[in-house]
């Protein structure tokens, strides 16, 4: 924490310090520690539709809804109601409660392709289950995963190290073992070639494919058209199956996420979904789920085991439910014209101040990357200016506008952000892009 902070943000620059002593780097998810931006992190005591407001009482505009669960907007009068309502009558039974069927429910009658899904608390345990199950039902061990996706902390999902054909990745994370990455083959997004050359190399011992719907955590990558598809036929094609995460883009990019966009308009459909943040509301939940004949070997049925003493709590399955019958068509409208406005805001603001970028989007889900030409991959991802991303965060944040304090990260917003809000940050734009085209 600066000097400088600690005037001007004293209550978080204190919290911060007593954090530090207590927990590692004092956050309990890393990126919110500011590392890659610098300076003090926000400590955020309240939020209310667009707006956080910190512990020092200054209020922002917030352009990440919690990484993408507070879809409605902070503390929704509906979705409030229906966690009061289910917390009155008990905040966990550990036995099945009727909010989770009907939060099942909602789940399969949007993504017609998920025919039976299981509900967990987060989306590293979707990804973990839905992996351990695809190993299960193919009896095979390999996994391709994309380099720049990200699915959770799981540990052979940490691999994202190497390219190409047949590498093997490397440890990216320590205590994670060379035998567990060994069965992670990392290639290359958006190249289906490498994927081709993958299979061909390991024919019959992959047993699932999985990738973001959309890339989205190394900024907003959307596949190349047919990229997605192709990762279907060629998975099928060896009877491997392909695992779409859509823990960020599930219920966000539209009525049934990505797999409405891509996937159910062009016939053709991934084995199994994984799902987090929007399905929570704000509360902890994740879910994995897809074909019934994969499904079907989930204990108690089957002999892949799966569990969680918290799984379908009544709380936050009502959390999730209240959030996914406020997603309406109107609200999608919504959720478009707003990002619409403040991606045009922003283009238009860098532009003027002469800052190299580019705007890349799906749907209403974008980021922003500095650099100059479109970005395909995690190679190109990193080749961004990063320092002039942090003086931007830095001016946006003093003018009051909260954006993801990393350069490789999504931007979010909410049905709740309304002209005012989009005013706020249409003010704070210029003076940031004026401090980005200096860093
Ligand atoms: N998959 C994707 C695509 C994600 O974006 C994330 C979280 N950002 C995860 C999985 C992991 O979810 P969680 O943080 O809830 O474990």
Redesign the pocket.
Known sequence: ASLADAVTVPASAELFARARRVTPGGVN?PVRAFRSVGGTPRFMVSGSGPRLTDADGRSYVDLVGS??PMILGHAHPDVLAAVHAAASAGLSFGTPSPGEVALAEEIVARVPAVEQVRLVS??????MSAIRLARGFTGRPLIVKFAG?????VDSLLAAAGSGVATFGLPDSAGVTAATTAEVLVLPYNDLDAVRAAFAAAPGRIAAVIT?AVA??MGVVPPAPGFNAGLAEVAHADGALLVS?????GFRLGPAGMYGIDAAREGWSPDLF?F??VIGGGL?V?AFGGRADVMALLAPDGPVYQAGTLSGNPVATAAGLATLRGLDDAAYARLDATSTAVRILADDALTAAGVPHRVQRVSNLFSIFFCDEPVQDYDAARRQDTAGYAAFFHAMLDAGVYLPPSAFEAWFVSTAHDDKAVDVIAKALPGAARAAARA
Do not use: F, L, Q, R
Request: hydrophobic fraction near 20%; aromatic fraction near 8%; glycine fraction near 18%.
């Open positions: 998810s990484w993408g987060s989306g590293t345990e979707a990804t996706c990200y699915h959770g902390h973001e989205a955590n995460d859509e823990v960020m883009t994984t987090g943040k902890p994740g």
